[in-house]
């Protein structure tokens, strides 16, 4: 919006009133000059009266955006002593070259794990710290004065890096604070930097606050003193994480994600250890608007609540075409209503979702009858020694009594995940088995604008397009159930034992968040020119 009046107030006659100034009757021109205050003050209250900025509309990440941006544009009073009077295209390209030099990190969640740097740590309460780096040339840190001043003016008025007395009382002090706000603190300093001894820092002075570690008959260390082998000669590969601990009279082990997990470490044993053991994760990325995963669940609550107040098909074909628009736009508006987006984009959102259920209704009136069964969304499933909750988005029941499993998905899927020994798409295999007797076929519907169909696998009765086996595999629907079941156990048992080699498959590094953590490279498991390790 500002960048539009920008544009606009290159026109000598171009002038915009604010509902306030209305009322006074007074106007105030663009192209006129004023203080930077002003100008503060006229940004502001043009974009609340004008209804261009609702914060009850705006989501986390982006209301903390909108805090970023009103700090920086309040700061923007400095240039009362530097210009006095400004054109308003003066006031906004400087508050763009302003914005260009500004980082802003959305607040993360909670993680049981942090990362820091020294000044972030600082007045933080922890269980345990690792403090890094501590070493005599780091800590204290050596004396950095600025060359933009004298560096008697400094010393005065003891300035941070002026003086070798004013680092050590800091240094001593950032240690006091770890110190007294973690329960355990341990500090650890590189022996040796190329050529260059290093020493532990005096500040570190506690004798029992050395790092202690458990060492395995296997460990980076013991190899080397028994061989007599320098570091550099020696390569050891680091697979194998800790096994699951079962709590006290607990028979499985009862994880989170239990889906998400198995696919991980189906599609690389280390990523799903990094991710679900380590919980390493990327931040999540700041988009604009509604972003796909959002699009998603506005569809499958609609297709949810639309099910189940229709029931089956018979319902569903008993419907005119204006009867059925005025049901999906109803429950739409309802799923949509809620959203915590502004009212343009839910606009368009609201016509988007009512077209694509439509077009998904559509290949379910052409199937054979069925009904949908009222089972539990969320149930309890036991997969060798692991037990965790999975839930389904559909389950029909046939004409002859089986069911169809049905997973909605929004973006690109492919039954070649059900192939294989190691199964990349384990949710309906993985259902599958909990009713194994009666299910017929699994399959996706793929809803998008340009595609809406069936895709799955099943028995040679099931009449739905797009739900068959492959003739060219030459294996029965009883064979896929029984391989499914033996390739889950096998995957579920990895993760349980803390298997993590780094074995990706095929297209697993395509969209990996972990580049950065992990060692493929080094191990010479990807080539240059295979594919982009990371988007």
């Not at 986390?60 to 009103?70: C, E, G, K, T, V």
């Not at 295999?429 to 699994?442: C, D, H, K, N, T």
């Amino acid at each position: 919006a500002i960048q539009q009046i920008v544009h606009s107030s290159q026109a000598n006659n171009f002038r915009v009133k604010t509902k306030q100034e209305k009322n006074n009757d007074y106007c105030f021109t663009l192209n006129k000059k004023a203080s930077a205050s002003e100008w503060i003050e006229w940004v502001s209250t043009f974009l609340f009266t004008n209804s261009l900025l609702d914060l009850q509309k705006l989501s986390s990440i982006d209301y903390q955006a909108y805090q970023q941006w009103n700090t920086q544009l309040t700061q923007m009073v400095i240039l009362d002593s530097l210009f006095p009077l400004m054109t308003f295209s003066q006031f906004i390209h400087f508050f763009q070259q302003r914005l260009k030099l500004t980082i802003f990190q959305a607040e993360s969640a909670p993680a049981n794990v942090q990362v820091l740097g020294l000044f972030e740590a600082i007045g933080l309460p922890f269980d345990y710290m690792l403090v890094t780096g501590m070493d005599e040339n780091s800590m204290p840190a050596p004396i950095s004065p600025t060359p933009w001043l004298p560096i008697s003016l400094q010393k005065k008025y003891s300035m941070p890096g002026s003086s070798s007395q004013k680092e050590l009382e800091f240094s001593q002090k950032l240690l006091l604070g770890f110190e007294q706000l973690s329960k355990q603190i341990h500090y650890s300093y590189v022996m040796a930097d190329g050529e260059t001894r290093r020493e532990y820092s005096p500040l570190c002075h506690s004798s029992d606050q050395t790092i202690n570690l458990e060492i395995k008959s296997d460990s980076y260390w013991q190899i080397n003193q028994s061989h007599g082998q320098s570091l550099l000669e020696t390569q050891w590969v680091d697979q194998q994480g800790i096994p699951l601990q079962k709590q006290t009279g607990d028979e499985f082990f009862r994880v989170k994600n239990g889906v998400s997990l198995l696919k991980d470490q189906a599609l690389c044993p280390f990523k799903a250890y990094a991710t679900h053991r380590l919980q390493a994760k990327s931040t999540d990325e700041i988009s604009l608007g509604i972003d796909p995963r959002e699009r998603g669940n506005f569809i499958h609550k609609v297709l949810e609540t639309f099910w189940h107040r229709v029931g089956d098909q018979a319902h569903l074909l008993q419907l005119d075409e204006s009867e059925l628009v005025d049901l999906i736009s109803e429950i739409t508006q309802q799923v949509i209503h809620g959203a915590n987006q502004k009212d343009v984009l839910l606009n368009y959102e609201y016509a988007r979702t009512i077209s694509l259920v439509l077009k998904t209704l559509e290949h379910d009136k052409n199937r054979p009858p069925f009904k949908q069964v009222d089972v539990e969304q969320q149930q309890d499933l036991t997969i060798s020694q692991l037990k965790f909750t999975v839930r389904l988005d559909r389950v029909d029941q046939l004409s002859d009594g089986k069911l169809l499993l049905i997973d909605y998905k929004t973006g690109s899927a492919s039954v070649n995940g059900w192939e294989g020994e190691r199964v990349e798409e384990p949710q309906l295999p993985l259902y599958a088995q909990l009713l194994e007797q009666e299910v017929a076929a699994i399959a996706f519907v793929i809803i998008k604008m340009d595609e809406c169909r069936y895709l799955g696998y099943g028995e040679s009765d099931v009449e739905i397009t797009g739900v068959k086996l492959d003739k060219k595999k030459q294996k029965s629907w009883q064979e896929y159930l029984q391989d499914w079941k033996r390739n889950l156990e096998m995957v579920a048992q990895e993760y349980a034992l803390g298997v993590a080699t780094v074995t990706p498959t095929k297209n697993a590094c395509t969209y990996c968040e972990l580049p950065h953590l992990c060692r493929i490279k080094l191990l010479g498991g990807i080539d240059n020119g295979d594919q982009e390790m990371v988007r």
